[in-house]
Nanobody
Framework: QVQLVESGGGLVQAGGSLRLSCAAS????????MGWFRQAPGKEREFVAA????????DYADSVKARFTISRDNAKNRLYLQMNSLKPEDTAVYYC????????????????WGQGTQVTVSS
């Protein structure tokens, strides 16, 4: 089992940056691949980025490629999402999630979810 808690969200102007963190409890964190998802009001939850358990491979949604970077520190049980060049359309609640699948962009593959952190980008 792993429990996840996100932090680092907030209000930022377009073009700005934010770094989200996800703290994981338990010793099993290194055995999970991890992902970031987001959900805007009235929209379905969508994939943002994913990373393998070792951090050796990553995957991104086309909408965030070259702007967002996912990373992890297994020694600290932490997952990160560095978000640069933010746009108003990035406004959403951001969730971190854990999966036993090697790497995935599918919501249904993830078994553990955090409570989310709000990111608001003003124009």
């Amino acid at each position: 089992q792993v429990q996840l808690v996100e932090s680092g969200g907030g209000l930022v102007q377009a073009g700005g940056s934010l770094r989200l963190s996800c703290a994981a409890s338990g010793r099993t964190f290194p055995s999970y691949a991890m992902g970031w998802f987001r959900q805007a009001p009235g929209k379905e939850r969508e994939f943002v980025a994913a990373i393998t358990w070792s951090g050796s491979s990553t995957d991104y949604a086309d909408s965030v490629k070259a702007r967002f970077t996912i990373s992890r520190d297994n020694a600290k049980n932490r997952l990160y999402l560095q978000m640069n060049s933010l746009k108003p359309e990035d406004t959403a609640v951001y969730y971190c999630a854990a999966t036993r699948v090697a790497i995935s962009g599918s919501v249904s593959d993830y078994s553990h979810w955090g409570q989310g952190t709000q990111v608001t980008v003003s124009s």
